[in-house]
């Protein structure tokens, strides 16, 4: 996807066990204008 | 008789609990926002510097490269959810916390360094508990780029936020520091990324009716990693800590 000549965009999820009973899910998106 | 002096002291017993566990639980409630916050904060700067290591901006199917120096200036935003699931009802019975993150940032580079600063807002709800927690965190951060596969970043995060969680109404202010190297990996369509960091953070908490405490000051060290596939040669990074599973997908754009 070409979102224009100084853009990036990052979309990323990740699952963390953080202890036994403790566990984080994220979704993250992250865009970039580079100029 | 006897009964009735059973559940008084009972009852009494029970909203004594209530009373300490409202402010213990509004409490650990912020000391994961903040954990959390920091943590956010601090994958979104390196993944905002690791994409100028090594980077070339390829126009798919036309193999024209730029290199990124051209662009010195770099202005980005990052929205994050994170969820927080507690088993067992170790987080005062409640199953866990939503946080919804809002960072907006800016760096310019000067050859290898990248200084730059970042501001975030957060908002959080406990399950099963009303109110919630809003905080701001202001951000310095610098990156220096060692060669095309490894670059170390540091950033410091000063926080104000305001919770009203359980009826427990409380300002907190933080700070926490951090320190990472990282590594980047590429081969074909495939990326690799891992950081190794300390974080230092510290608080302190006002609770209306219970004054104010100092967090124990807390230091961690972190390891993490990350193995990608790519649709095309696309170098990039996502840093996560203790992470079991990842999944990236990146668009990146040409430089005609």
Known sequence: ?35 | MYKLVTLAVAAGALLGASGWWMPAAAQSAEDEVAKQTARQISDAISKRVGEDVGVVYTAPGQGMVTESGNFLNSAWGTLTYNRVDFDGGTFGGSDGVNIFLGTVGYDHRFDNFIPGISVTGAHAKVDQVSGSSDGATVSPYLGYIINDWFFVNALVGVSLANSDIGGADSDSTGVFTEEDANVVWHDGNWLATGKAGHRYRHSRDHEDGFGSTDSEPTRCWRAARSVTGSTRYCPMSAPSTNTISTSTRRTMISSI
Not at chain 1, 26 to 32: F, I, L, R
């Open chain 1, 1 to 35: 996807m070409f979102a224009g000549p100084h853009f990036s965009m990052d979309l990323s999820g990740q699952a963390e066990v953080i202890d036994p009973d403790t566990t984080a899910y994220d979704v993250a998106w992250q865009g970039v204008y580079r100029f």
